[in-house]
């Protein structure tokens, strides 16, 4: 357990135990019997107090319990609204840089989606039934499943950390079940598709050679896209034949990862090495650096100008990944080793899961191609031969 984040009883200067007073980091708290606005059973909670000492915090409590007994309602930051802790989650993981900043950019849209629609009231009152209409409206405004989910994710996390800060009990969203996401059958592209995406790259766009780099190294090591731009030459171990990706810890999982070099993965790696900019650390430095040595930020106007002339509107950056696992699955990899391999942290479980036809038929196929020689038949208790 994190002691930081978790409550300890709070003692005076002889050491003695000071009843209903708790402490967390530098925060000091109240757990006293109160009902809040629009409650009507009195219930045991901690209440966040304002003091900066022991002395402080039980004269604070002193009040609050005369507060109470005279029948006066307590108020507190318990009592504010979704729009103000929302707006506090948002800033805490900025400050704390406990997100990568992609999440944190798309947490803050959805942290605005729930201002605009909920954030006047306050965190104790809001009501499963008022989170499902909200995301019913904006089901009709066209917003995806899965869209609807990612904001929920969301709010469910601005509760989580309402409740670590003993502003709620528990959270409303435990009652909001997610959206169901129409899953389709994702078609595998095929690498001549990729190579002929690729060479219509070349042609129309000026970032052509660094794009066709950076879609090859995606289907050789399965990785992610943001963070294949992060990779730098030291990434790159030739003695130990692997692709270090996360080293910098901005990886989805937060960890460094090892690709072992296919025969693929080694030569394109060593041909871009022959080619690669000397001045510059960066796999993929960018063209619009000036004089500071920074990596690209998206390839995304290249794809979209390359699907368009080629006609591969279909083909997306993800398909990569997506071909790299198919391909190891069909070559009887085992899931462990691929899961490594693309930083799935469940061993292998979902690629067995969404993938494990594709080694099925895989294998079917190749006991098609295997030709035996005679077979021994049983005929009347007698061998023949057929």
């Given at each position: 357990?994190?002691?930081?984040?978790?409550?300890?009883?709070?003692?005076?200067?002889?050491?003695?135990?000071?009843?209903n007073?708790?402490?967390r980091?530098?925060?000091y708290?109240?757990?006293?019997?109160?009902?809040?606005?629009?409650e009507?059973?009195?219930?045991?909670?901690?209440?966040?107090?304002?003091?900066g000492?022991?002395?402080?915090?039980?004269k604070e409590l002193?009040g609050?319990l005369?507060?109470?007994?005279?029948?006066r309602?307590?108020?507190?930051?318990?009592?504010q609204?979704l729009?103000?802790?929302s707006?506090?989650?948002i800033?805490?993981?900025?400050?704390?840089?406990?997100?990568?900043?992609g999440t944190?950019v798309?947490?803050?849209?959805?942290?605005k989606?729930?201002?605009?629609?909920?954030?006047s009231?306050?965190?104790?009152?809001?009501?499963?039934?008022?989170?499902?209409?909200?995301?019913?409206?904006?089901?009709?405004e066209g917003?995806?499943?899965?869209?609807?989910n990612y904001?929920?994710?969301?709010?469910?996390?601005?509760?989580a950390e309402?409740?670590?800060?003993?502003?709620?009990?528990s959270?409303p969203?435990?009652?909001?079940k997610w959206r169901?996401?129409?899953?389709?059958e994702?078609?595998?592209?095929t690498?001549?598709e990729?190579?002929?995406l690729?060479?219509?790259?070349l042609?129309v766009?000026?970032?052509?050679?660094?794009?066709?780099?950076?879609?090859?190294?995606l289907?050789?090591?399965?990785?992610?896209?943001?963070?294949?731009?992060r990779?730098?030459?030291?990434?790159?171990n030739?003695?130990?034949e692997?692709l270090?990706?996360?080293?910098?810890?901005?990886?989805?999982n937060?960890e460094?990862?090892?690709?072992?070099?296919?025969?693929?993965?080694?030569?394109?790696?060593k041909?871009?090495?022959?080619?690669?900019?000397?001045?510059?650390?960066?796999?993929?430095?960018?063209?619009?650096?000036?004089?500071?040595?920074?990596?690209?930020?998206?390839f995304r106007e290249t794809?979209?100008l390359?699907?368009?002339?080629?006609?591969?509107?279909h083909?997306?950056?993800?398909?990569?990944?997506?071909?790299?696992?198919s391909?190891?699955?069909?070559a009887?990899i085992?899931?462990?080793t691929i899961?490594a391999?693309v930083g799935?942290?469940?061993?292998?479980?979902?690629?067995?899961k969404?993938?494990?036809h594709?080694?099925?038929?895989?294998?079917?196929?190749a006991?098609q191609k295997l030709v035996?020689?005679?077979?021994g038949?049983?005929?009347g208790?007698?061998e023949?031969?057929a």
């Amino acid at each position: 357990m994190n002691k930081a984040r978790s409550f300890t009883p709070v003692f005076d200067s002889r050491k003695r135990k000071l009843r209903n007073l708790w402490k967390r980091s530098d925060r000091y708290y109240a757990r006293i019997k109160i009902a809040y606005p629009g409650e009507d059973r009195a219930k045991t909670r901690r209440v966040p107090l304002k003091a900066g000492n022991v002395t402080e915090a039980a004269k604070e409590l002193r009040g609050l319990l005369v507060k109470r007994d005279k029948g006066r309602t307590i108020t507190s930051e318990r009592t504010q609204t979704l729009a103000d802790f929302s707006a506090c989650y948002i800033d805490r993981l900025y400050v704390g840089n406990r997100k990568r900043l992609g999440t944190i950019v798309g947490e803050s849209g959805h942290a605005k989606f729930w201002t605009r629609e909920l954030g006047s009231h306050r965190l104790h009152v809001i009501t499963s039934g008022q989170i499902n209409r909200a995301l019913d409206k904006r089901a009709g405004e066209g917003k995806a499943p899965r869209t609807l989910n990612y904001a929920l994710t969301t709010l469910r996390n601005i509760y989580a950390e309402a409740k670590a800060d003993g502003l709620v009990d528990s959270s409303p969203c435990q009652n909001v079940k997610w959206r169901k996401v129409d899953k389709k059958e994702r078609r595998l592209v095929t690498a001549e598709e990729f190579d002929r995406l690729g060479d219509v790259a070349l042609k129309v766009s000026k970032n052509g050679q660094q794009f066709c780099d950076y879609v090859r190294l995606l289907l050789y090591s399965g990785g992610r896209l943001a963070e294949m731009l992060r990779l730098r030459w030291l990434d790159a171990n030739w003695e130990q034949e692997q692709l270090v990706i996360g080293a910098d810890g901005e990886s989805k999982n937060h960890e460094a990862r090892h690709v072992d070099f296919n025969p693929s993965l080694e030569a394109h790696l060593k041909d871009m090495h022959q080619r690669r900019d000397e001045e510059s650390v960066w796999l993929f430095p960018s063209p619009q650096r000036g004089n500071r040595d920074i990596p690209s930020k998206s390839f995304r106007e290249t794809l979209l100008l390359a699907r368009e002339e080629s006609g591969l509107e279909h083909v997306g950056f993800h398909d990569t990944r997506h071909h790299f696992i198919s391909m190891s699955v069909m070559a009887g990899i085992d899931y462990m080793t691929i899961a490594a391999w693309v930083g799935h942290k469940d061993g292998g479980i979902l690629i067995g899961k969404v993938y494990g036809h594709l080694a099925n038929e895989h294998r079917q196929r190749a006991a098609q191609k295997l030709v035996l020689g005679s077979v021994g038949i049983i005929d009347g208790g007698k061998e023949a031969t057929a």
